[in-house]
């Protein structure tokens, strides 16, 4: 599976999730003019998308999804509080409903959807399953990690999961203090220590790709969440391919696959 992250963080999320012919978007935080641009970039074409996944009405996730399916005659799939609390009209742009901790099908992709806590009206995180079984979970905007999120991303080939602030910085920072409070609340965001401990978790034999989403350009710093991830994974002994999501500009394509198990040395006999 093919995953482009095109922008994470406060000032847009949309996540390009591509296999066996069917391409979708995670979030849509961009208008379709720099969508088309940041796929291009990578060497994507807009006009094979399928579908927009919504993780929640929030602008920074949602601004660009009515303008986007609605030139590009795609549908918006998003949960009922969800597309009750946006200004989506669903009379004029398609829409389809799910239920939180459901799974549909787009295509040849199969979407596992997971209720998260934060300030919205019922956001979810996502696994996202191709036909050959790799999976990959993307989840930002998380106050809190729950249990049930844990086990609905564990065994991921790929996670891209949220790292949105240091909490020394956060709490220096210029920020009015009820947004401070709003932030570190279980509502909120993840925390540098909050995350490296959910990732900690989530390492797994299947585990091959980790990317740190939705970084705040106010109150985080790249260096920071790099020094603290590399240190958690050099400890765990963790080989996995790092990196961290930019904000203005594409990270790159990340090619996803389900790890295979290693064949026995010519000569070595199998003991079972």
Known sequence: MLVAPLSSGSAG?????????????VDAGLGPRETKKR???????????AAIVVTHEHYDHIRGAESLAR?????????????NASRIDA??????VFDNDTSFT?????????????????????VVEARD??????????GYVSQDVVRHL??????????????????????PWSL???????FGHLSNDDSVNAVQRLLGAELKTLCMIHLSQKNNHESIVRDMCTRLLRRTGASIDFAIAKQFEPTGVFDVARRRERKAPLGQMSLF
């Open 13 to 25: 999320n949309a996540y390009w999730l591509e296999s066996d012919g069917t391409a979708i978007l």
């Open 39 to 49: 796929l291009e970039t990578v060497g994507r074409e807009i006009e094979h998308l």
């Open 71 to 83: 030139k590009y005659q795609v549908p918006i799939y998003l949960t009922r509080g969800t597309l």
């Open 91 to 96: 009379a004029e742009t398609k829409t389809v």
């Open 106 to 126: 787009i295509g040849e992709l199969q979407v596992h959807a997971c209720k998260t806590i934060h300030d919205a009206a019922d956001p979810a995180c996502f």
């Open 133 to 142: 079984g790799t999976r990959v979970g993307i989840a930002s905007d998380l």
């Open 154 to 175: 564990s065994g991921c080939d790929g996670l891209f999961f949220e790292s949105n602030h240091d909490l020394d910085m956060l709490r220096t920072g210029t920020y």
């Open 180 to 186: 401070k409070r709003r932030i570190m609340s279980r």
